[in-house]
């Protein structure tokens, strides 16, 4: 498969080093897809048959036992971003340190064991080492030392562990009771220390692990030697013990490197989530950027953050409900027509004339920054601006004035650049206008007044090289000695402008152009122009592109994809065969810029989540509940509200595509953290069980005990594997019972149930057994490893974990403290006493020792299980804030595209999408347009009452009225191109709807656009009737139409403000149809009625001039559709 990327439109911003990792990696990416897309092909369908693990996380690499990125740059980038966390994670490990030695020493002090002054000893210097980590933790130096820091302090802790557990004397010259007060502590100091290294001593998994494992072998070595020399061990019971101390070794090592795992795991997906966030919160604002400057594209700041505020119009809500128009006065317009332009454009095809417009007006836009000027428009080759709107200023006159002479020294560098001939032709005048936006499609910024038709006036009666001003204008110049004015005349040669002086302004005295743009160098990059005797003008040369240091295009059309870079199908296990190297060098640039968003990330926003500081609840409500809803798998839910039972599969199949579908998914998930959770505590709780058995005597309740625990286990287990895996589907019985254990409180109940089994296990094998006085110590021992089983089940609530560790081992302290051989055999279960050899005091004086390492082993729990929740609800906030920011983005991209749309057509933007480029030009052929003009609005329009803007708002509503016909699914193909003061023009069959073999004929797009005139016709008749007559009595809006259909260029015209249009010898007829039309008639060409005469009756006018054509033109009127259409065209009829 292709690859897939989300794309966004960006504006470029220059002097940036990004923009040239984008452009880079666009051209890369398109030589990686083209390069993949057979191979993505076949690979699909491999993909849904073949079974493939989770990922770790997004972007991971292939080494489980080292959890890391498959890119050293993004792994490089999260180890420096993560120091913060791990020195905080270090800290943590001090102070537990600290508090535990402090705890020992405070202890030994008061009780006095033997040897307690070496034990003291050892304490303080514990202490020490733990302060001076503490203190060299604050330095600079510790972030180049964090993992030699903590390798030293775990030997450190395990080297004195043994110390103290080995003493001075000895253990064969204390009593066995002493002997197993020791043991106990120790024991339990060794699994503390052991689950440190695993979480919270920041070290790899290849030297936290060796460190692990010869601390528990050098442990248990020493224990078993001692109390092999100094007890009466059997055979048999020595080898029962040691199996027992190596399971339960296994089940801390299981514990600890499964947090290990999912820690690593978590880390690098919250780290990865929270860079993607960071990402999509900087698109968000390119996004908003790109929002503000497509609007202000194509109207002024003031109204466009009117229009940001209601919003994009739409079918059931317009944001243009309101009306946006302002009166301003004093304005100057200037209206300006390439002299010459049909003849350059009859000889360029459509790229190449775009690409010429582009640059002159690119050229034009420049000079109306420089000069103060609006642009409003492009009409075809005309260009028309304004001063003093929407901003008001004092020198609007001038302004205009010297725009104009700018733009013919522009066109005269132009020429001189293209090796063109064309010449400019400038009118302006001066007065009130309305401005503002009308419609609901393709709208844009115009002004609206007598003064507008006036200076197009001045503009049709001024003269090439010229720029023709009305006296008015001449009026608000503030120095005309600086001009040289001749009378223009301009009333004999326009009818439109009589009893209006005019000047002509050639030139300021000074005998210097006005202020323009610096001369233009040719490019190699040129157009393809047409000879006119089949050789280039240039001797084979083509002519030169536009420079493009003048110029900068509007839009930059950026790629990127979910997972950095290339595609999901490029990305997934199985295809590093296919690795190319474009597509190493484009993974290579997109993580360079990926670690640019990563330097970007809060160091504390990777440590905490905005959560309640004791319960560790989200502070927003919608968080928790999202935070407790993620338990429930989605089709579940689907399940039960469905009677049809729903495969997950097919759920994914249609949320992403099938190349995505289960590798997409990471270890990280809810699913398989259950999943590792339930595996670990079955294996804990099989270990310890097995330990029971054997240093227990077996008895009945405890084996059923075992039973119907071992049974839970595995109904559970079975459930989440199939959950994760096996993804089948369940009865509705079933399903229902999972979903209901889903839930949040039932979740934790069935999770204290499974968490607690180890602790159930061992307390049911209390008993008696005065021949065996190492039984007892061995309750310690499996308590000690069920207590610290509590830090399991993550995603349980810290505080249920700690308060249940904290119930076991009270439990612990209850039942030591209880004499079991005080029981009679009746009572099934102990039979005789244990009083210990020394006194009767023994085992009250051993209570503060044991309650002792009770509270330490709880503490411990409750410090992991506290990380731990907060490192899970950040990891899950992480994938909220990406979600949300993904939302904005998202949301902002669509309105982003919808106000694009009403820029451009929409298969525009999408060659915008396809080419990551602004530029747009196309040759059609039978391309339908029409121009429809209210041929009385004039008549109508009256600047007497509220300066005209009542009037613009009655127009409005006629334009909004045709725009609405646009939405109706027969008119899809309809595209308005723009309003024209009055006049509608559309056009049908730039793009289509339906492919070729599914429409009636050739020529369908044609009756499209002339049902969408015809009803263009009922509009009008409606508004009359409906609106206009309630506000303005018997007046009625004339509608005249012209229609012609024929070869057209279209294309995007415009640098700083984007305007799409169409040109060509086709557009000219269809205006001329209108304009030489009759009032509430569609007047077309011979031609057209030769391709629709069988669907609709024509009615012959006869023939007429048209402007620019040497024999006058045959033409009809359309009288309305046929009763009976006929099945093809007929001979046209001449009467």
Not at 270 to 289: D, G, M, S, Y
Not at 758 to 787: E, H, R, W
Not at 944 to 970: P, T
Request: charged share 20%; with cysteine; net charge negative.
């Amino acid at each position: 498969m292709a690859t897939e990327m989300d794309m966004k439109v960006s504006y470029q911003s220059q002097g940036t080093a990004d923009d040239a990792i984008d452009v880079e990696v666009i051209s890369e990416k398109k030589r990686v897809s083209q390069a993949s897309t057979s191979e993505g092909l076949s690979s699909q369908g491999r993909s849904s048959s073949i079974f493939r693990c989770p990922r770790l996380f997004e972007r991971a690499s292939q080494r489980w036992l080292n959890p890391s990125f498959d890119s050293k740059e993004i792994e490089d980038q999260y180890q420096r971003s993560l120091i913060p966390e791990l020195k905080k994670r270090f800290r943590y490990a001090l102070l537990y340190t600290i508090l535990m030695t402090i705890s020992w020493v405070v202890y030994t002090a008061a009780m006095q064991p033997s040897n307690w002054q070496v034990m003291i000893a050892i304490g303080v210097v514990v202490c020490f080492i733990a302060i001076a980590f503490w203190l060299y933790s604050l330095t600079e130096h510790y972030k180049s030392c964090v993992q030699l820091s903590s390798v030293i302090m775990s030997l450190v802790l395990c080297l004195l562990t043994i110390v103290t557990f080995i003493g001075i004397d000895s253990y064969c010259d204390m009593n066995d009771y002493a002997f197993i007060k020791r043991s106990i502590s120790t024991f339990a100091m060794c699994l503390e220390i052991i689950l440190m290294m695993y979480t919270v001593l920041p070290m790899p998994l290849y030297l936290c692990a060796p460190i692990a494992f010869v601390f528990s072998f050098v442990y248990e070595f020493v224990f078993f030697y001692y109390s092999y020399q100094c007890s009466d061990y059997s055979q048999t019971q020595f080898v029962k013990e040691l199996f027992t101390k190596i399971f339960l070794h296994l089940c801390i090592h299981l514990i600890g490197f499964h947090i290990f795992f999912m820690t690593q795991v978590r880390s690098h997906s919250t780290f990865w989530k929270i860079t993607q966030a960071t990402q999509r919160r900087h698109e968000f604002e390119v996004e908003k950027l790109n929002t503000e400057k497509m609007i202000h594209s194509v109207m002024p700041k003031y109204l466009a953050g009117e229009i940001m505020k209601v919003g994009t119009p739409n079918k059931k809500q317009t944001a243009f409900s309101e009306f946006f128009m302002m009166t301003m006065e004093p304005v100057s317009i200037l209206f300006a027509d390439i002299v010459g332009f049909t003849r350059m454009a009859g000889k360029k095809t459509a790229d190449v004339l775009v690409d010429l417009l582009n640059d002159l007006f690119g050229r034009f836009d420049l000079l109306c920054e420089v000069h103060g000027c609006e642009k409003i428009a492009t009409l075809g080759d005309c260009y028309y601006c304004v001063s003093g709107c929407p901003e008001r200023r004092d020198d609007h006159a001038q302004c205009c004035v010297e725009m104009g002479l700018a733009m013919i020294d522009a066109i005269k560098e132009f020429c001189k650049d293209r090796n063109e001939d064309v010449d400019m032709r400038v009118g302006i005048h001066t007065g009130m206008v309305l401005c503002g936006i009308i419609g609901k499609k393709r709208f844009k910024f115009d002004v609206w007044s007598d003064s507008v038709s006036i200076a197009n006036q001045m503009e049709g009666a001024g003269k090439k090289g010229m720029v023709h001003i009305s006296a008015k204008t001449a009026e608000y110049l503030k120095d005309l000695s600086q001009y040289e004015l001749t009378d223009g005349n301009g009333d004999t040669r326009n009818k439109g402008i009589l009893g209006i002086k005019t000047h002509f302004i050639e030139k300021k005295k000074d005998k210097t152009s006005a202020v323009g743009l610096p001369h233009t160098p040719k490019s190699t990059a040129g157009s393809e122009s047409l000879p006119e005797n089949g050789n280039s003008s240039n001797g084979g040369d083509t002519a030169p592109a536009p420079n493009t240091t003048l110029q900068q295009p509007l839009l930059q059309i950026t790629t990127h994809s979910e997972n950095g870079g290339l595609s999901p199908a490029d990305v997934e296990e199985g295809n590093s065969e296919r690795t190319t190297e474009s597509k190493v060098k484009a993974q290579e640039i997109e993580d360079r810029r990926l670690v640019s968003f990563m330097k970007q990330v809060n160091a504390e926003y990777l440590q905490s989540a905005p959560t309640h500081l004791c319960m560790l609840s989200f502070e927003e409500s919608g968080v928790e509940r999202l935070y407790r809803d993620q338990f429930k798998p989605r089709n579940l839910r689907a399940q039960l509200n469905d009677d049809t039972v729903i495969d997950e599969q097919q759920m994914e199949a249609q949320e992403r595509p099938s190349s995505r579908r289960l590798s997409s998914e990471t270890i990280s998930t809810t699913k398989y953290n259950t999943l590792f959770d339930v595996g670990i505590g079955f294996l804990v709780y099989l270990f310890t069980s097995i330990g029971c058995f054997l240093v227990f005597d077996v008895q009945l309740h405890w084996a059923i005990v075992f039973a119907v625990g071992t049974i839970l286990q595995l109904c559970v287990f079975i459930t989440v594997l199939q959950e994760a895996f096996f993804l089948k589907a369940r009865s509705r019985c079933s399903s229902r019972l999972v979903s209901f254990f889903h839930s949040w409180y039932p979740r934790h109940i069935l999770g204290v149930v499974l968490i607690s089994l180890p602790s159930v296990a061992v307390y049911s094998n209390v008993q008696c057994n005065k021949d065996d006085l190492m039984m007892q110590p061995f309750y310690c021992f499996i308590t000690t490893v069920a207590l610290l089983h509590y830090c399991n089940f993550i995603q349980l609530s810290s505080w249920t974990k700690t308060i249940m560790a904290l119930l076991s081992g009270a439990t612990l302290i209850i039942i030591s403290s209880i004499d079991q051989c005080t029981f009679t055999e009746g009572a099934d279960l102990f039979t005789n006493s244990t009083s210990m050899p020394d006194d009767n005091n023994n085992n009250t004086s051993s209570m503060p020792e044991l309650i002792l390492v009770v509270l330490l082993l709880v503490l411990l729990v409750l410090l992991l299980n506290r990380q731990f929740e907060i490192s899970f609800r950040l990891n899950f906030y992480g994938g909220v804030q990406a979600a949300e920011d993904k939302g904005k983005i998202q949301e902002q991209k669509n309105k982003a595209e919808e106000l694009l749309h009403n820029i451009v057509p929409k298969f525009v933007y999408e060659s915008f999408k396809e080419t990551a480029s602004s530029k747009y030009s196309k040759n059609h052929e039978n391309v339908g347009i029409i121009f429809g003009s209210i041929i009385n609005f004039n008549e109508f329009y009256s600047e007497i009452f509220a300066d005209g803007i009542e009037c613009i708002r009655i127009l409005n509503e006629m334009i909004g009225d045709f725009d609405a016909l646009l939405e109706k699914e027969q008119f899809r193909d309809v595209e308005k191109i723009k309003t024209i003061g009055s006049t509608y023009m559309a056009a049908c069959g730039l793009h289509f709807s339906k492919p070729e073999h599914e429409r009636t004929f050739k020529y369908e797009h044609l009756q499209t656009l002339l049902d969408f005139s015809l009803q263009m016709q009922k509009c009008v008749e409606t508004f009359n009737s409906e609106s206009l007559s309630m506000t303005m009595g018997a007046f009625e809006f004339i509608l005249r139409i012209g229609f012609h259909h024929g070869s057209i260029n279209s294309g995007v015209i415009g640098t700083t403000k984007l305007f799409y249009d169409i040109w060509g010898d086709a557009v000219n007829i269809a205006s001329r149809m209108d304009s030489t039309g009759v009032a509430k008639h569609i007047q077309v060409a011979e031609e057209t009625v030769e391709k629709l005469n069988h669907l609709y009756d024509f009615k012959y006018r006869g023939e007429v001039t048209v402007k620019g054509k040497q024999a006058p033109m045959r033409t009809f009127f359309v009288i309305g559709k046929k009763a009976e259409p006929l099945p093809d065209p007929v001979p046209v009829v001449i009467p």
